[in-house]
Nanobody, 123 residues
Framework: QVQLEESGGGLVQAGGSLRLSCVVS????????VGWFRQAPGKEREFVAT???????TDYADSVKGRFTISKDNKNTVLMQMNNLRPEDTAVYYC?????????????????WGQGTQVTVSS
């Protein structure tokens, strides 16, 4: 059974950096697009970043472009480097594996989800 596990969240001051990891077990990430989403208290889950199966194509939410970078570390791990963090980035961050090989921005395009990791950015 495919399972995803996120790690790397924590508390950081505004302007700081964190690197999130998403590791899959019971399957692989190499043949599927992977995405990161986030959900803040009282808000809907929103798209953050996605990377294609090949790793050659990425897409980002406008709010994180130029600050976050998604990458594939190996066939079982996807990373997201988050720089210049802002208080509005505070949320639970989820990674997900898509049905598809190409980048997907809608949550409905993903069939496996992790449990999430908390990111808190203080001002």
């Amino acid at each position: 059974q495919v399972q995803l596990e996120e790690s790397g969240g924590g508390l950081v001051q505004a302007g700081g950096s964190l690197r999130l990891s998403c590791v899959v077990s019971g399957g692989t990430l190499s043949s599927y697009a992977v995405g990161w989403f986030r959900q803040a208290p009282g808000k809907e889950r929103e798209f953050v970043a996605t990377i294609s199966a090949s790793g050659r194509h990425t897409d980002y939410a406008d709010s994180v472009k130029g600050r976050f970078t998604i990458s594939k570390d190996n066939k079982n791990t996807v990373l997201m480097q988050m720089n210049n963090l802002r208080p509005e980035d505070t949320a639970v961050y989820y990674c997900a594996r898509s049905y598809f090989e190409y980048t997907v921005v809608r949550p409905g395009g993903y069939n496996y989800w992790g449990q999430g990791t908390q990111v808190t950015v203080s001002s």
